[in-house]
């Protein structure tokens, strides 16, 4: 009985890790969309653009202290694709 309990804990721990495996690669990055909602409610942001046939990320915040940090966030949560594709441009025009 020992080698039938060793044998159905290896299947089910390799099921176990496979399952999570799977789960993991699948899990796909935001969108730059929900990055870009998720960055509203996380910094005080007056406005963003995301150009069309233009690649940029236009990005106005009210206090010019927030720019770094926003752009680290930015960095921190799209996908390397769309940092690779788009031109990131934060900036203040109240301060």
Same mark, same amino acid.
């Given at each position: 009985?020992?080698? =039938?309990?060793?044998?159905? %804990? /290896?299947?089910?721990? #390799?099921?176990?890790?496979?399952?999570?495996?799977?789960?993991?690669?699948?899990?796909? !990055? $935001? #969108?730059?969309?929900?990055?870009?909602? %998720? /960055?509203?409610?996380?910094?005080?942001?007056? #406005?963003?653009?995301?150009?069309?046939?233009? !690649?940029?990320?236009?990005? $106005?915040?009210?206090?010019?202290?927030?720019?770094?940090?926003?752009?680290?966030? /930015?960095? %921190? =949560?799209?996908?390397?694709?769309?940092? =690779?594709?788009?031109?990131?441009?934060?900036?203040?025009?109240? #301060?």
């Amino acid at each position: 009985m020992g080698v =039938k309990r060793k044998f159905g %804990a /290896l299947i089910l721990t #390799s099921v176990i890790v496979m399952s999570v495996v799977f789960w993991y690669t699948q899990q796909k !990055p $935001d #969108s730059t969309e929900q990055v870009m909602n %998720a /960055l509203w409610d996380t910094y005080d942001v007056q #406005s963003y653009q995301i150009g069309d046939t233009d !690649p940029v990320i236009s990005i $106005d915040v009210y206090d010019k202290n927030d720019i770094h940090e926003v752009e680290k966030y /930015l960095k %921190a =949560k799209m996908s390397k694709d769309d940092l =690779k594709h788009y031109e990131i441009v934060v900036f203040s025009r109240w #301060s």
